[in-house]
């Protein structure tokens, strides 16, 4: 069984930036991947960003630069950092795990960003 607890959502205006944290515990084979996905209002849930434990990475093309996956492996931890935020990034932010980026079978349960001025 894995845990993951996400922290770090809020309001922020757009061109701002945003940090995304979140906390995973359990099964040590269950967060080799990490990572980020959101849901907004009317639409289903896509991925923003995950990361294996080779570093392997992968983003959405949606991010185009703006957000940067990292994570603390002794921590078991994954952070977002979100820069030049705007309105079409307000959405729920899920974080997520799994043994393999087909195989994301873990979830938290959110945090909410809102981008507005």
């Known amino acids: 069984q894995v845990h993951l607890v996400e922290s770090g959502g809020g309001l922020v205006q757009p061109g701002g930036s945003l940090r995304l944290s979140c906390a995973g515990s359990?099964?040590?084979?269950?967060?080799?991947?990490m990572g980020w996905y959101r849901q907004a209002p009317g639409k289903e849930r896509e991925l923003v960003a995950i990361?294996?434990?080779?570093?392997?990475?992968k983003y959405a093309d949606f991010v185009k630069g703006r957000f940067t996956i990292s994570r603390d492996y002794d921590k078991n931890t994954v952070d977002l950092e979100m820069n030049s935020l705007n309105p079409e990034d307000t959405a729920i932010y899920y974080c997520?795990?799994?043994?393999?980026?087909?195989?994301?079978?873990?979830w938290g349960k959110g945090t909410l960003v809102t981008v507005s001025s």
């Open positions: 997520s795990s799994g043994i393999s980026k087909d195989d994301m079978n873990y």
């Open positions: 359990g099964c040590i084979f269950s967060l080799n991947v």
């Open positions: 990361m294996s434990r080779s570093s392997s990475t």
